[in-house]
């Protein structure tokens, strides 16, 4: 139930649920045991009422054939009322039990003994009056012999056979007794286990959904708040705890950035305090490079010289804007955009680097340049960009390697790829991170932060792949027009 978090109502409403069942089922348990207790009790009543009316049939019965003695020997005057009386009477019980049998054995049984005692009420006062018509010995005999040995037997054996019905029905019924107290107590049995299995599970529910995930949610908070910054909350439990928990993780991720991005701050102020003054000692050489390059430039000088210290002068220069890009870098970049070309951007970071190809004698693939290639952009930003991207792919090659300059057109953006056959990085740039790792020896670790915020700056894309079979793609995506704010257009 717990795979998925569900909320604290829910889970409420179904535990409520459960419970109403529970009562409910256990209504109904003791309803139905009240009613088979009910309806056995009725049986057991319908029995005893049936065995009594048939012993006072017999009662009566006697109480008639005294009557008749009475009547016959005695000449009781009242003793033909009182015979009638029970002759009433036991019609009366005859007709009671036709109202308690329920079956046709019973009324078979029942029937058989009315039919036995209307025999009896027939024949009986015939014999009296035969004796007394003709009062002898013989007579009397055969009076005793068709009371005794006749009618009264066959009663006898008529009832004792609706006995034995009777007391076979009771032995049924209390066998259905058993049966229904066994039956009854089960039922009872069985909302109560079911009530200690709703505890238990009640119990187990409280500790998984509720009780453990609000500790793992107050050992989170203790651990974030003393510095464990790393720190993540199971987001386990009910749907609310969950949420808790998850927003907890959510506070630790937001803190870690946070704390990251202050740190990343305090680096930026030391370098920010660093670099000018390497800056500084930077420009005073590059100007007097410079000043002595142009004085040094006549007309008289031929053109090989002339071209050299043109060279000079426009390295120096190239020189000085990437310093100030690289001040720029520790502050929030502002692009001067202008109409360049992706041909003119990529020859102008190369420049520089015609040395340190020559040293290594690497094989520069350069593509088939389209006859357009415009592109509105900070040229500055992306010579350096461009510039530290393939330096960084020259120190990785070995001696006679091979880097290839690739560009993709679409309809809004060039596609500028530097692949390489060297060792490939052994890194994940950070598109976050101040600095990277350096395998230079005397390497800043700037040079890729820097590419990133460029280009980012640049409203472009800055991606690093391993190449099959050893190197990097670096893949610059850049739009054909920068679209700046108008704040920095106004600048």
């Known amino acids: 139930m717990l795979n998925k978090n569900k909320s604290l109502k829910d889970l409420l409403l179904l535990h409520q649920f459960a419970f109403i069942l529970l009562i409910s089922l256990a209504a109904a348990s003791g309803a139905y045991g009240i009613h088979l207790w009910e309806k056995s009790s009725q049986e057991a009543s319908r029995i005893s009422a049936l065995v009594s009316e048939v012993q006072q049939t017999r009662g009566d019965l006697y109480r008639q054939m005294k009557e008749l003695f009475d009547i016959y020997f005695l000449e009781d005057s009242t003793a033909q009322d009182e015979y009638n009386t029970f002759t009433v009477s036991v019609e009366n019980h005859f007709t009671l039990l036709n109202s308690l049998v329920i079956d046709k054995e019973e009324k078979a049984v029942i029937d058989d003994l009315h039919s036995n005692y209307k025999q009896f009420v027939v024949e009986t006062p015939m014999l009296f009056e035969q004796f007394q018509n003709n009062n002898t010995a013989e007579t009397k005999h055969a009076l ?49 286990l079911l009530a200690i299995l709703l505890l238990l599970f009640s119990r187990l529910f409280l500790k998984r959904a509720i009780v453990q995930p609000i500790a793992g949610v107050l050992k989170a908070t203790s651990e974030i708040s003393a510095g464990n910054l790393s720190y993540r909350a199971n987001e386990e439990g009910v749907e609310e705890l969950a949420e808790v928990s998850k927003a907890i993780n959510q506070m630790a991720m937001k803190l870690t950035e946070s704390q ?20 500084h000692n ?23 010289t002339r071209e050299s210290l043109h060279g000079i002068i426009n390295t120096v220069d190239r020189l000085e804007r ?17 109409h360049t070309s992706v041909q003119t951007i990529t020859d102008g970071a190369l420049g520089p680097l015609q040395q340190k190809i020559k040293e290594k004698s690497i094989k520069l693939i350069l593509p088939m340049w389209p006859v357009d290639t415009a592109i509105f952009t900070d040229q500055h930003l992306l010579e350096q960009v461009i510039y530290n991207l393939l330096s960084n792919a020259i120190d990785a090659s070995k001696v006679s390697g091979e880097i290839e300059v690739r560009l993709n057109v679409s309809a ?32 800043t670790g700037i040079g890729i932060p820097f590419a990133f915020k460029v280009c980012d700056a ?8 391993a190449r099959d079979g050893g190197g990097t793609e670096i893949t610059i995506l850049l739009p054909k027009k920068l679209d700046l704010p108008i704040e920095a257009n106004t600048q």
Do not use: C
């Open 144 to 192: 005793n012999t068709d009371i005794e040995t006749g009618l009264f037997e066959r009663y006898e054996k008529i009832l004792a056979r609706t006995e034995q019905l009777l007391s076979q029905k009771q032995a049924q019924l209390d066998k259905q007794l058993a049966n229904t107290k066994r039956i009854t107590s089960l039922l009872l049995i069985i909302p109560l």
């Open 260 to 279: 990251e991005a202050l740190i990343r701050t305090e680096k930026q102020a030391a370098q920010g305090l660093l670099v000018p003054m390497l800056a």
């Open 282 to 304: 930077i420009r005073n050489p590059l100007a007097s490079i410079r000043a002595t390059a142009q004085v040094l430039d006549d007309p008289e000088h031929d053109v090989e």
């Open 322 to 338: 990437w310093t100030g890009a690289l001040l720029a870098y520790l502050l929030p970049l502002k692009p001067s955009p202008s």
């Open 412 to 443: 809004h953006s060039y596609f500028v790829r530097l692949l390489d056959r060297g060792s490939g990085m052994p890194f994940k740039p950070d598109p976050s991170a101040i600095s990277a790792p350096t395998t230079k020896r005397f390497g």
């Open 458 to 465: 640049l409203d472009g894309e800055l991606k690093f792949n």
